[in-house]
């Protein structure tokens, strides 16, 4: 398929049938801003739900946290956000269009890396929209601000938070006492961020307003490196066995000397061949005991742990992976939109059918169950038993249009099996069940189909 329109592809669908639409829109919109409608939202919470089972519930040594979006500004100048987190920013004197200079630099293929100055090749870039002449780069600071209570001054300026470590950390201290957990273990947390990028883009790729699931592994700075190893080996198996994508559109970039934050011993960012390039995913670090060390200067509180055994007092080092949601979610996008050849009621004909192939665990809808035909005699059987289903299954019942129609419809929202109810099933009490992707279709007793279904999700 081809590259360029599958973006444009995947955006259609997804404000057709409900996956995502522009926010505001009945005010025009707000650029970059979406809304996840319901089969978003169903997806979404897939995703974060089989993310927390696999990094979270599943393992003894992982706690988990919901702190404030809005924190002291205080934890915003140890973790380094308000001194260094910010792009350099180039407006142009013309149309007055803003963008960042990394990616200006890296359109004209040039180092976008720069420590101080910005290299000559800026000076000789024209705006990318109207030729116009570009200003000098200047540091613009990414945090949203805001002003808490009724007063607008100094005193009273807070942010939203720009990531979620910042409360693991700031926590770790009362999580460790409280849980009495011993090194190694991990605080993980789900949450919304908030970043004023300078170019959003892309669809959901890079937005103001996103969510971010991420683990602080606190362990002892020993054999850190075989720790790092266990989790790049768990990071692959919840892109292979849970997300089920194709692993040769990932790309394990290992950040080498300078490119990597002074902190950091080792950092891998996982890179995915979206249609407009290979970009970042999501990432792991070794951050050492950056955070806590900086959190215990600034708060001036002891942030060491006593290892019971050893008697050993030491700050934690830190193992942060980091997976971006909506990335997440506009991967398995991506990756399960097919166009494919089928059959339709004529013999001998075909059509293109799209099918979004998600892994049955993510569908947003699980069973569609669909009377042949909207009289009440079945109708009332279809309704009884997607009621029933509902129990157990995310579930959609729908009796508009024809049977081919309504396949056709459940396949391009990824509905893994349709039920359909006929006119034999009020004699036989059997119901026709057909597979999303094979398109087989298998005559199952009415009494067994949950249990039916049941094995076909495990
Ligand atoms: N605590 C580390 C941290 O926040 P990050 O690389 O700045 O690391 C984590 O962000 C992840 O959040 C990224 O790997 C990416 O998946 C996602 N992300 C970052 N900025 C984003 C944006 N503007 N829109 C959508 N997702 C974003």
Same mark, same amino acid.
């Given at each position: 398929m081809e590259q360029t329109n599958i973006m444009e592809k995947i955006i259609s669908l997804s404000k057709r049938r409900g996956f995502i639409f522009p926010g505001s829109e009945i005010y025009g919109g707000l650029a970059n801003s979406w809304d996840y409608g319901p089969l978003g939202h169903l997806l979404k919470q897939n995703i974060k739900k089989a993310w927390w089972k696999f990094?979270? *519930? *599943?393992?003894?040594d992982m706690v988990p946290l919901d702190a404030a979006i809005i924190m002291n500004p205080k934890v915003w100048e140890a973790s380094g956000h308000l001194q260094n987190f910010s792009d350099s920013l180039v407006e142009c004197k013309n149309c007055h269009h803003r963008f960042r200079a990394d990616h200006l630099l890296e359109a004209v293929g040039a180092e976008p890396k720069y420590d101080k100055e910005p290299p000559r090749t800026l000076s000789e870039v024209a705006c990318p929209d109207c030729g116009g002449k570009l200003t000098e780069p200047k540091q613009f600071n990414l945090m949203f601000k805001t002003f808490l209570g009724t007063t607008e001054d100094s005193s009273t300026v807070a942010y939203l938070r720009p990531e979620t470590a910042a409360g693991m950390f700031v926590n770790f201290k009362n999580i460790q006492q409280t849980t009495r957990r011993r090194l190694p273990f991990g605080i993980a947390q789900v949450g919304k961020n908030f970043r004023n990028e300078i170019t959003p883009g892309n669809f959901i790729f890079r937005t103001r307003e996103f969510e971010i699931g991420e683990f602080e592994y606190f362990i002892h700075p020993t054999g850190w490196e075989k720790i790092f190893e266990m989790w790049l080996g768990e990071i692959k198996r919840w892109w292979k066995e849970i997300m089920q994508i194709n692993m040769d559109n990932l790309v394990w970039h290992e950040l080498p000397d300078g490119e990597r934050a002074h902190y950091s011993k080792r950092t891998v960012d996982i890179e995915y061949k979206y249609p407009f390039g290979v970009k970042e995913l999501h990432g792991i670090a070794y951050r050492t005991d950056f955070d806590l060390s900086r959190h215990e200067k600034i708060s001036g509180q002891d942030l060491h742990y006593a290892d019971p055994e050893t008697g050993e007092k030491f700050l934690p080092h830190v193992i942060e992976p980091t997976f971006g949601i909506d990335r997440m979610l506009l991967v398995s996008l991506l990756e399960a939109y097919h166009e494919e050849e089928a059959p339709t009621t004529e013999a001998g004909k075909t059509e293109t059918r799209v099918v979004m192939k998600f892994p049955k665990h993510l569908a947003p809808i699980q069973v569609a169950v669909l009377p042949l035909s909207k009289k009440e005699e079945l109708a009332s059987v279809a309704k009884e038993l997607a009621q029933n289903l509902r129990k157990d299954f995310w579930v959609d019942y729908d009796e508009t249009q024809s049977i081919g129609k309504r396949y056709r419809r459940q396949d391009e929202i990824g509905t893994p099996y349709c039920v359909t109810v006929d006119f034999d099933s009020l004699n036989d009490k059997k119901v026709t069940v057909r597979d999303r992707d094979s398109m087989q279709q298998e005559r199952v007793a009415m009494e067994e189909i949950k249990e039916y279904l049941q094995a076909k999700f495990k």
């Open positions: 990094f979270v *519930e *599943e393992r003894a």
